[in-house]
């Protein structure tokens, strides 16, 4: 008789926004962090790691998401129902950290940390309710100092992961700027909170959808592609005419994004302090890396969270991406950061200077695969395969051969016949596949089989009969020299 709980069986299936990894693209993130990281130890940042978890009331309420359950973030309640939340990013638990253990510190406290993040937030392409941040931070160091050298920091550190200098761009404004732009227009006041953060958040996403979209956010709302609609900020046509001229000032270069900045806002009290403090940043910053605008003054960055207190920073490609067929791609910011100090204030009551720096690290994965699209992903390790049951030992011995010289190997477990052992090989992207049979034991030798120089040569030669005999992309080696002769396969492929 069947069983009747066969319909409760779950359902294989992820939640929407988050996402499996396998293989070569963990790999690739393992070796760009240890890049990353390289380079903040060499500036004297050390290590630290956090809980995924932190008390909701440690995090606070940042998130420019506030409209959605949760506020951003997912919650829950332990056995002494206080609420916990995965964090949303690795600086509001710096700050318990800092707050917690300030006394035994040393002052600055630079740290760097590396660890996926959570936020409950809409997801959509490259946007991941779950990814990977790498930051650096720089507690208690007030402006302008840490403020320019965290912007080189952010330079060398996008080069380190595989950026050239020149192609990427470091954009840099100043909270105060924005403020000075609310007391220009009459929004500074008190009670206006709400209808700051709707005008923030709608400035933030001028890189995105331009003056166009930003005017419909600013004012009535706008509907997306797939039919959502974003309520507006209902700002009057004056006041959306000077926020778009704000976000527009500096798109001249330097010394024009300065000036522009001082005629807008060098009257009011807040657009003043930022003026000065991006003069003053710029002062600090070598010739060399403002070249051709790769660090410059942009206004159009905003930065969604709302702890920012100071200069804001965001790095992103200085040309478009453009997917394998050539149709654009938009990535948005690579990375950023600024400076937060108020945040350690939270905890303890008095004013703690501090600035850092976030990398996106899942996206940008993503945008140097799309760079680098062509370029093949990385090969798999060696297969040995393993052809007589009663020859395993053997076959490990070869493997454990390869490994102690250096190379990724493995041993064919799967128990099936030789096409299927190399089809495995393939789809494993082995570089070459180790073959002994009774016949190669024999005469002391080993046959080494080039897969990637075979799937070459197998386009060029349409003769079955040809392909069979000429037995191309293989050599026959002594058992004794199988890893001199594998190095010798894998080189000559390379050069």
């Not at 009459?186 to 331009?210: H, I, N, W």
């Not at 003769?463 to 005999?469: C, H, L, P, Q």
């Amino acid at each position: 008789m069947a069983s009747k709980n066969k319909g409760l069986r779950p359902k294989a299936r992820i939640p929407r926004g988050f996402r499996d990894r396998l293989g070569a693209e963990i790999a690739a993130e393992r070796e760009m962090l240890a890049r990353i990281s390289a380079v903040y130890e060499a500036w004297g940042f050390d290590p630290l790691d956090t809980p995924a978890f932190e008390y909701t009331d440690a995090l606070g309420k940042f998130l420019p998401d506030v409209d959605r359950p949760n506020e951003g973030v997912f919650s829950l309640q332990d056995d002494d129902e206080q609420w916990m939340s995965l964090r949303y990013d690795l600086t509001a638990p710096l700050a318990r950290f800092v707050a917690e253990n300030y006394d035994r510190l040393p002052k600055p406290f630079r740290r760097y940390q590396v660890g996926p993040v959570w936020r409950n937030e809409k997801p959509g392409p490259g946007r991941f309710r779950q990814f990977t941040q790498c930051d650096a931070d720089t507690v208690g160091a007030p402006a302008p100092y840490a403020d320019a050298e965290i912007c080189l920091l952010f330079a060398e550190v996008i080069e380190a992961a595989g950026i050239a200098r020149g192609e990427y761009r470091i954009k840099i404004s100043n909270r105060k700027i924005i403020d000075g732009l609310f007391e220009k227009i009459g929004l500074s006041g008190a009670g206006g909170e709400s209808v700051r953060a709707t005008v923030m958040r709608s400035m933030d996403k001028f890189d995105k959808f331009g003056p166009e979209g930003v005017a419909l956010l600013l004012g009535p709302g706008r509907k997306d592609e797939s039919g959502d609609f974003t309520e507006g900020a209902k700002l009057d046509d004056a006041r959306i005419d000077a926020v778009l001229r704000f976000l527009s000032a500096t798109q001249s270069g330097e010394a024009g994004a300065l000036d522009a900045l001082d005629a807008l806002l060098g009257a009011t009290p807040s657009g003043k302090a930022g003026f000065e403090e991006l003069a003053q940043i710029l002062a600090l910053v070598p010739d060399e890396r403002k070249a051709n605008g790769a660090i410059r003054i942009d206004s159009s960055v905003v930065r969604g969270l709302d702890y920012y207190t100071g200069p804001v920073f965001e790095a992103e490609f200085a040309e478009g991406l453009t997917d394998a067929k050539g149709r654009p791609v938009q990535m948005g910011s690579i990375g950023g950061g600024g400076r937060y100090d108020d945040l350690v204030k939270r905890f303890k009551g008095v004013e703690v200077p501090a600035v850092g720096v976030s990398i996106g690290v899942s996206r940008l994965l993503a945008a140097l695969e799309l760079k680098n699209s062509a370029s093949q992903a990385p090969a798999g390790p060696i297969v040995v395969l393993a052809l007589e049951k009663d020859q395993m030992a053997a076959y490990q011995r070869m493997a454990a051969e390869l490994r102690a010289a250096g190379l990724r190997a493995e041993v064919y477990l799967g128990g099936a016949n030789f096409a299927k052992q190399l089809k495995y090989a393939d789809r494993r992207r082995a570089p070459v596949a180790i073959i002994q049979g009774p016949d190669e034991r024999a005469k002391g030798e080993v046959t080494i089989k080039d897969l990637v120089l075979g799937a070459e040569l197998s386009k060029q030669i349409e003769d079955n009969v040809e392909w069979r005999e000429s037995q191309p992309a293989q050599i026959s080696a002594a058992r004794s020299n199988l890893v001199a002769a594998v190095k010798e396969t894998l080189a000559r492929r390379r050069s």
